[in-house]
């Protein structure tokens, strides 16, 4: 059974970046900087959270874009990364019509794998996995 | 320190435009927070200078434990207060303490004073900035104007003051991410000294988890994670919010209002946490590195001209607000309270000396210690609009007696009579509540005249013998400078009991005993009194006000022979702790 990453409801987000901190500490990482998820203010904490996912795309234009290879079809949707053909053209990231995809200090995309962990992190629920196969 | 054997410590100079990074393994046995930041001002601060002399240092500390563990998400600023003219320390949360983690630094020592109005960019490097068109904005507007001029949404803070610290109101804070602050004790004022409006910190840096520390860390995150958010330990946080203490203190009669005179008041549960959730509570917020959400956003829609033409105004608010700009000042709605802090909040003041100082300026014109011609405006508690002109005056240094009331409640007294109702304690304006001695006693004698230093006010809720007060009061100070050097959340205390405290060190590979640890409380409090003793503080100092003896408590009418026999019993136990 594929799963994908959804935002059930970003209006509920507390910007607490646990998901975020979920995600690096997956990776190895301490630092949100290196997330697949982006949790951000518009215009502030006045404003609204903005949570920036991979959308799980059937048809992924970050994958057309790539022309080494380096990213595949992933079943349920969205894409595998393969790092050992990427070439650090950043070209996925321009094609990303939602800007989901980051990019590391060594200029490797940070490509989500849907793998859930962050949501078990949200205390609001507002990120979740759903089956799609 | 956080996977690395020493304190990066980042000094900034604005006289000379000049800053570099010193890595700093003799300040590893600071730990962070309280610690780390106490031992900087110790280096840095000029006892011989004005608070306020373009040489005195401001610092910023985390801790080891800084947003890699759940709820640490509190900076220590550290700064010799213009308002106490003694050791200043001031706590904040929102995102500065993610900020600088991942911008590399433990600590910044800011010193000097900028030509001109700067703000400062941190990223990899400092970039000082010219801040003269932003001189003289309110703290809102300057930060959404920041957030248009600087890059890293999402990992980027920023620290501003308003105009009362520009104009070196001695009790002007200084506003964290919007709803957070560095409050108390005047670091808005010392930051305006410097010509220095904000600081925007990037916090974009990778920082890999040590191996041998995956498994570990990833465990002792998940349980306190767990402690956090599935046990009832913080539930009042998230739920009510601390505004939750409003009718039970009044209940107690233990609820600050009428600048004091009263101790209980009948519109309790017009202006309580509840009526603030029903009526305007619109979102929670959390701090980076939080899950609790405990900043509560309050809202109120006001008409502005005929026509159905609204605004919208949306603040934070907390228990010590609702008390400093509310029961304290008799304001009856939380409308109207609501309406108060926004404009405390614009001019960057410290929104509880502000309503203290209002609550003794409304009094001494009641009571003819000043005119008309003074105030402006007729003060009566209750009548809000009175108050909001009043914030403004103050902040903006509108006359002689507003200069005054600028510099706080003492000194105010001071120059126009009525220090007996006065309501300060070790010099900074009180806090919610009057408990009994533990608060009184506990807050005059905390070293940054904090509730939160000892917490005084809970320790007379447990209603304890009196004899026991003052070492409970010592104690908790001694085990809450481990917490404040860590930084962890004062809101998570009953999370991060000492086991689990050493667990979280062990899962960022700090390895220290509970003996270690009991002796690092002591050495940080004994700094502490070192730089006090330094700037001239004695306990022999503390005179507490008459008013604080007339009204009532919990636990009865309190003596001020007895209170003052308790702060000599506490001096005792310092000098003590200094011989050690």
């Known amino acids: 059974m594929a799963k994908v990453l959804k935002v059930a409801d970003r209006r509920r987000c507390i910007g607490c970046l646990s998901c975020r901190q979920a995600c690096a500490r997956l990776r190895g990482e301490y630092s949100i ?99 799609v196969l | 320190m956080l996977a690395r054997d020493y304190i990066n410590v980042l000094y900034i100079d604005l006289e000379k435009q000049e800053y570099r990074y010193e890595q700093r393994k003799d300040l590893v046995k600071y730990l962070g927070g309280t610690g780390l930041a106490a031992k900087l001002l ?83 490097g400092v970039q000082f900035r010219d801040a003269r068109a932003m001189w003289g904005l309110s703290v809102e507007e300057t930060g959404k104007i920041l957030r248009q001029t600087t890059h890293g949404s999402g990992v980027r803070s920023s620290i501003r003051i308003g105009r009362s610290g520009e104009n070196l109101v001695t009790y002007a804070g200084v506003n964290v991410d919007t709803y957070r602050h560095f409050g108390r004790l005047g670091l808005g004022a010392v930051m305006g000294s410097k010509n220095l409006k904000a600081i925007v910190v990037i916090g974009n ?42 009718i039970p203190l009044n209940e107690m009669h233990s609820l600050p209002s009428f600048n004091l005179q009263k101790n209980k008041i009948d519109f309790a549960e017009d202006v309580s946490g509840e009526k603030f959730a029903e009526d305007n509570l619109v979102r929670k917020v959390a701090c980076a590195g939080c899950p609790i959400g405990c900043i509560h956003i309050g809202q109120v829609r006001r008409e502005f001209d005929a026509g159905y033409e609204y605004e919208t105004i949306n603040v934070s608010y907390d228990h010590e607000l609702i008390f400093a700009l509310g029961t304290f000042l008799g304001i009856k709605s939380t409308d109207e309270i609501l309406e108060l802090i926004d404009v405390v909040e614009s001019e960057g003041l410290d929104a509880i000396s502000t309503g203290v100082v209002l609550g003794w300026a409304t009094e001494a014109y009641k009571r003819g210690y000043v005119s008309l011609e003074e105030t402006l405006v007729p003060f009566e508690f209750g009548i809000v609009q009175n108050y909001i002109a009043a914030v403004k005056y103050i902040s903006t240094r509108k006359n002689k007696f507003y200069e005054d009331l600028g510099k706080g ?18 010099g ?41 007060i003052v070492k409970k009061v010592y104690d908790e100070e001694l085990e809450r400078n481990i917490l404040t050097s860590l930084v962890i959340c004062l ?35 004994k700094l502490k009194y070192q730089i006090k003793q330094k700037l001239g503080y004695s306990l022999d100092s503390i005179k507490i006000p008459e008013r604080f003896f007339q009204t009532k408590t919990l636990n009865g009418v309190l003596s001020s022979e007895k209170a003052h026999e308790m702060v000599k019993e506490y001096k005792k136990m310092i000098e003590e702790l200094m011989n050690e």
């Open chain 2, 428 to 468: 900074n304006e009180m806090a919610g509540y009057h408990t009994g001695y533990g608060n009184v006693v506990g807050f005059a004698v905390g070293s940054r005249h904090s509730h939160l230093d000892n917490g005084g006010y809970s320790i007379d809720q447990s209603k304890p013998k009196e004899e026991d």
């Open chain 2, 409 to 426: 409640v003492v000194h105010a007294a001071k120059v126009y009579g009525g220090s007996d109702f006065a309501c300060h304690l070790g």
């Open chain 1, 33 to 131: 900087a290196n997330s697949a998820i982006e949790v951000k203010t518009s215009g502030g904490y006045t404003g609204e959270f903005v949570i920036n996912i991979c959308r799980g795309c059937e048809e992924p234009a970050c994958m057309e874009a790539c022309k080494f290879g380096a990213l595949t079809k992933r079943t349920g949707g969205g894409v595998v990364f393969h790092k050992d053909k990427c070439t650090k053209c950043g070209a996925c990231g321009v094609a990303c019509a939602v800007n989901a995809i980051r990019f590391d200090e060594e200029g490797y995309p940070i490509i989500c794998t849907h793998c859930g962990y962050c949501t078990k992190y949200c205390p609001h629920r507002c990120i979740t996995t759903k089956e």
């Open chain 2, 205 to 246: 840096n990778t920082v890999d988890i040590p191996q041998e520390l995956k498994v570990k860390y990833r465990k002792v995150y998940d349980k306190i994670y767990d402690r956090v958010l599935n046990t009832d330990l913080m539930k009042k946080y998230h739920e009510l919010g601390t505004p939750v203490n409003v």
């Open chain 2, 42 to 124: 110790d280096e840095n601060i000029k006892p011989e200078l004005d608070p306020l002399d373009p040489a005195q240092p401001m610092i910023y500390a985390i801790g080891p434990l800084s947003f890699v563990m759940p709820v640490c998400t509190k900076t220590v600023a550290t700064f010799y207060s213009p308002h106490t003219k003694e050791y200043g320390e001031s706590h904040a949360g929102g995102r500065f303490a993610m900020a600088m983690r991942f911008a590399g630094i433990d600590a910044v020592v800011v010193t000097g004073k900028s030509a001109h109005p700067q703000y400062l960019l941190i990223d990899d």
């Open chain 2, 491 to 525: 809101f998570a205390r009953k999370v991060y009991t000492r086991d689990i405290v050493l667990e979280a060190l062990e899962g960022v590979g700090i390895n220290m005993t509970n003996e270690e640890l009991t002796q690092f409380a002591k050495d940080i409090q």
